[in-house]
C-alpha cells in the first residue's frame, strides 16, 4: 500500500489542511498537508526571475491646432434682455464665420452660455448679467485667428494652441517603434548583467501622451476690462512633445 494512503481522509484532517469536503484522492490531501509545489499552491506566488521595465521615446512636433474662445458680455435691467442681446450677438457672429467654416481647417462650436443677477448692497437684485461663448478652431492658425480677431461685438477671450489629431496619430508609429526598441534594449542589457541566456516577454503595455494645451490667460483679462475687440492677434504656434511608453515584464532565461 503506497504511504499516502495511510493518511486517513477523516474530516478532522481535512480541517487541518484548510480544506472542505472529501478529496477524490488522497494523494492530493497528503501533498496539501505537506506543502508540496501543487499549481493550485502555486497561484498568487510570485513568478522567480521577472523583471519589470520601462522604457520612453518622444518627439517634438510644431502645433498646428487653434482654439480660439470668443465671447460676448451684457448687462440689463432683466434677464429676458440680456438673453436678447447674447442670441443676437451670437447669431450675427455665426453668420459671420459659417460661410468661411472648412472641415478640419476652420470649425465653429458653441461654448458657454449664462444669465445670473446682480445683486445690490441691500441683498436685493439690482440687474441682470451674462455671458456667450464661441469656439473657433481648425489648423488653418492664420485664419481662425484673424476671422476671431473681427467678430462684431465679441473679443478674443482664450487662446490655446496644440497638436492636431492627424499630426499626432501620422508620427506615433515611428515614436511607438523607438520605444519599443529601447524597451528590447534594456531587457537585453538586464540579461548581460545578471548573467542569462535571454527572456522571454510575459506583458506588456504600451501608452502614448500628447500634453494638452495651454490657455492664455492675459486674453481673458482684457476681455473682462471691456475690450470690445483685439485689432491684431499675433499667434507664435510652440511645439508639443509627443511620447509613448512601453512598460512590462521579462522572465530571464
Avoid at 44 to 62: I, K
Avoid at 159 to 167: G, K, P, T, V
Amino acid at each position: 500500500m503506497p504511504f499516502a494512503r495511510m493518511i486517513p481522509r477523516t474530516p478532522a484532517v481535512l480541517a487541518r489542511c484548510g480544506l472542505r469536503g472529501a478529496l477524490s484522492s488522497s494523494a492530493v490531501v497528503w501533498a496539501l498537508c505537506l506543502g508540496a509545489p501543487l499549481p493550485l499552491l502555486a497561484q498568487g506566488v510570485p513568478e522567480a526571475n521577472v523583471v519589470h521595465l520601462s522604457a520612453q521615446a518622444e518627439q517634438r512636433l510644431p502645433q498646428d491646432w487653434i482654439t480660439v474662445t470668443v465671447a460676448v458680455r451684457h448687462q440689463a435691467p432683466d434677464a429676458a434682455a440680456v438673453q436678447a442681446h447674447l442670441r443676437r450677438t451670437l447669431d450675427q457672429a455665426l453668420a459671420h464665420i459659417r460661410p468661411r467654416e472648412r472641415a478640419g481647417r476652420l470649425e465653429v462650436a458653441s461654448g458657454g452660455f449664462q444669465v445670473q443677477p446682480r445683486y445690490g448692497r441691500d441683498g436685493q437684485i439690482s440687474g441682470w448679467q451674462g455671458g456667450a461663448e464661441l469656439l473657433l478652431r481648425g489648423r488653418d492658425v492664420a485664419a481662425v485667428a484673424a476671422l476671431a480677431a473681427e467678430l462684431p461685438g465679441m473679443a478674443v477671450t482664450g487662446l490655446q494652441m496644440s497638436l492636431s489629431r492627424e499630426a499626432a496619430r501620422q508620427a506615433e508609429a515611428a515614436v511607438r517603434a523607438q520605444a519599443i526598441d529601447a524597451f528590447r534594449q534594456q531587457a537585453a542589457e538586464v540579461v548581460r548583467a545578471f548573467g542569462f541566456q535571454g527572456y522571454e516577454l510575459r506583458e506588456v503595455h504600451v501608452g502614448t501622451q500628447t500634453p494638452g494645451p495651454e490657455p492664455r490667460p492675459l486674453l481673458r483679462a482684457m476681455a473682462a476690462n471691456g475690450a470690445e475687440a483685439v485689432p491684431a492677434l499675433p499667434v507664435e504656434p510652440g511645439q508639443a512633445v509627443l511620447q509613448v511608453t512601453v512598460s512590462g515584464a521579462v522572465r530571464l532565461k
